[in-house]
């Protein structure tokens, strides 16, 4: 090796995937020849012992001369993960329409329907992947790839022998974390009168008129009212879109597990597990929103707008000072129900099994000669079936809590114009009311402490 080593400085990059050969400047005379093997052992004598390049090995022993230094002697190979799996969607899930710069607030969204039997997205398995190797021979673990998690819900079904969903009734398609479920849609063609009465649906109700004060509307799906809704009660499993407005005259509920988008709302309630949406104003209401809040064109006057996430407004507040309140936070609600549904998973799983113990210790017993302990067997079958409904019910539940929640400290307050004096802003426990009308800023929790920034295009 020394008779190279004083020609040849080797170089090695720092992940240990290229080496390459230069000249040093030191020496000036002339080798007459190089032999492959001597390159070879040079090479492994300076640890190189993967992805040798046959082709620069056959340029230096036979045309050192020519060689443009420095020249690349092994490249090593590079580790290729392994690919999650990937549900494919052959149904088309989207609600969201276009939103350019033609974009209208009362374009609210698309409904996507399913024929039964149709199939709606393929279920693609991970791959492992491919291991690398640095040039030294270490090798470089792949990591594997992980499986894409998905559920057939309500009206799907999963079939194993074309890893594919299909529809088992025809109806609104839709996806709620990892479940896919069809839910059937039911119209009412006017304004809620006593012709229909109260709504209490599994699915998506769509409404071509008003709701008038005193009614209730419930939906596990969506709700879309063509009009507005007065002193009445909405309720959603997924999202609520109203064309007009909430006038609510302080009894006037919106509740929507996911978002709310709606022209305005006036003395109202409003609670959204997602975003909301206001074309106009809210005024003297009570909103809580997990997520977004969005008012880019009208004002918040007075009541209390809780969100988790961010709010946009243009004005906040009025010239007369009329308090108005906006929180961020998590809705202690949200942990309250979380830790009741903790409690009773744990009490259902506790009660699974001692029914398991039940049933084992019965099956040792001798039940073809003894009728009771047969009907006993049953009966233990019986429970233990119902239980694990109850425990997948639950359970479900508790995935729908556990999506994430804003936090305070990542939170923040846009106003487009003006925040008036009088305004109170909290984050999480810190509190401050405006004393001086601020123009066109934002405001965040920084170490503990409400600050208004300037807000810049």
Same mark, same amino acid.
């Given at each position: 090796?020394?008779?190279?080593?004083?020609?040849?400085?080797?170089?090695?990059?720092?992940?240990?995937?290229?080496?390459?050969?230069?000249?040093?400047?030191?020496?000036?005379?002339?080798?007459?020849?190089?032999?492959?093997?001597?390159?070879?052992?040079?090479?492994?004598?300076?640890?190189?012992?993967?992805?040798?390049?046959?082709?620069?090995?056959?340029?230096?022993?036979?045309?050192?001369?020519?060689?443009?230094?420095?020249?690349?002697?092994?490249?090593?190979?590079?580790?290729?993960?392994?690919?999650?799996?990937?549900?494919?969607?052959?149904?088309?899930?989207?609600?969201?329409?276009?939103?350019?710069?033609?974009?209208?607030?009362?374009?609210?969204?698309?409904?996507?329907?399913?024929?039964?039997?149709?199939?709606?997205?393929?279920?693609?398995?991970?791959?492992?992947?491919?291991?690398?190797?640095?040039?030294?021979?270490?090798?470089?673990?792949?990591?594997?790839?992980?499986?894409?998690?998905?559920?057939?819900?309500?009206?799907?079904?999963?079939?194993?022998?074309?890893?594919?969903?299909?529809?088992?009734?025809?109806?609104?398609?839709?996806?709620?974390?990892?479940?896919?479920?069809?839910?059937?849609?039911?119209?009412?063609?006017?304004?809620?009168?006593?012709?229909?009465?109260?709504?209490?649906?599994?699915?998506?109700?769509?409404?071509?008129?008003?709701v008038p004060t005193g009614y209730t509307v419930k939906?596990?799906?969506?709700?879309?009212?063509?009009?507005?809704?007065?002193?009445?009660?909405?309720?959603?499993?997924?999202?609520?879109?109203?064309?007009?407005?909430?006038?609510?005259?302080?009894?006037?509920?919106?509740?929507?597990? =996911?978002? &709310? %988008?709606?022209?305005? @709302?006036? #003395?109202?309630?409003?609670?959204?597990?997602?975003? !909301?949406?206001?074309? *106009? /104003?809210?005024?003297?209401?009570?909103?809580?929103?997990?997520?977004?809040?969005?008012?880019?064109?009208?004002?918040?006057?007075?009541?209390?707008?809780?969100?988790?996430?961010?709010?946009?407004?243009?004005?906040?507040?009025?010239?007369?000072?009329?308090?108005?309140?906006?929180?961020?936070?998590?809705?202690?609600?949200?942990?309250?129900?979380?830790?009741?549904?903790?409690?009773?998973?744990k009490e259902l799983e506790d009660t699974l099994s001692?029914?398991?113990?039940?049933? =084992?210790? &019965? %099956?040792?017993?001798? @039940?073809? #000669?003894?009728?009771?302990?047969?009907?006993?067997? !049953?009966?233990?079958? *019986? /429970?233990?079936?119902?239980?694990?409904?109850?425990?997948?019910?639950?359970?479900?539940?508790?995935?729908?809590?556990?999506?994430?929640?804003?936090?305070?400290?990542?939170?923040?307050?846009?106003?487009?114009?003006?925040?008036?004096?009088?305004?109170?802003?909290?984050?999480?426990?810190?509190?401050?009311?405006?004393?001086?009308?601020?123009?066109?800023?934002?405001?965040?929790?920084?170490?503990?402490?409400?600050?208004?920034?300037?807000?810049?295009?």
């Open positions: 090796m020394g008779q190279l080593d004083d020609i040849f400085q080797v170089t090695i990059s720092k992940d240990k995937m290229v080496a390459q050969l230069d000249t040093k400047e030191q020496i000036e005379r002339e080798i007459s020849s190089i032999s492959d093997e001597e390159i070879r052992q040079f090479l492994r004598d300076h640890r190189i012992l993967y992805g040798v390049m046959e082709e620069s090995i056959s340029q230096l022993s036979s045309n050192l001369s020519e060689i443009t230094f420095p020249i690349t002697v092994a490249k090593g190979k590079q580790v290729k993960h392994g690919k999650d799996g990937v549900l494919q969607y052959i149904s088309d899930f989207t609600t969201d329409i276009v939103r350019d710069c033609n974009w209208n607030f009362r374009d609210v969204m698309r409904i996507p329907t399913v024929r039964k039997g149709e199939k709606i997205a393929e279920l693609y398995d991970p791959s492992e992947g491919e291991c690398g190797y640095t040039i030294d021979g270490t090798k470089i673990a792949a990591r594997p790839g992980r499986p894409a998690v998905v559920k057939a819900g309500k009206n799907v079904v999963y079939r194993e022998e074309d890893q594919s969903f299909y529809a088992a009734s025809e109806g609104q398609l839709s996806k709620v974390d990892k479940w896919i479920q069809i839910q059937p849609v039911f119209e009412v063609e006017e304004t809620l009168s006593m012709k229909n009465g109260n709504l209490d649906f599994v699915g998506t109700i769509i409404i071509h008129g008003d939906a596990k799906g969506d709700v879309k009212i063509f009009g507005m809704v007065e002193a009445a009660t909405v309720i959603a499993g997924g999202s609520v879109y109203v064309s007009e407005g909430l006038a609510g005259q302080a009894k006037g509920t919106i509740k929507a597990d =996911e978002s &709310i %988008k709606i022209g305005y @709302i006036n #003395q109202g309630i409003a609670v959204a597990g997602q975003d !909301l949406y206001v074309e *106009n /104003s809210i005024l003297h209401s009570n909103c809580t929103v997990k997520g977004h809040v969005f008012c880019q064109k009208g004002n918040i006057i007075g009541g209390a707008l809780s969100a988790g996430k961010s709010i946009e407004a243009k004005d906040i507040g009025n010239r007369l000072s009329t308090e108005t309140e906006i929180i961020f936070g998590v809705d202690k609600s949200i942990e309250t129900k979380e830790r009741q549904l903790q409690e009773k998973k001692k029914l398991r113990i039940l049933g =084992e210790k &019965i %099956k040792q017993r001798d @039940i073809e #000669q003894n009728p009771k302990l047969r009907i006993t067997l !049953l009966r233990q079958k *019986n /429970s233990w079936n119902k239980t694990n409904e109850q425990l997948e019910e639950v359970t479900l539940q508790l995935d729908k809590l556990n999506s994430s929640i804003g936090s305070e400290h990542y939170a923040e307050l846009i106003v487009r114009n003006y925040i008036f004096s009088n305004v109170i802003v909290a984050f999480g426990k810190y509190r401050r009311i405006i004393k001086d009308n601020q123009h066109f800023v934002k405001m965040h929790l920084v170490d503990n402490e409400i600050v208004i920034y300037p807000l810049f295009e």
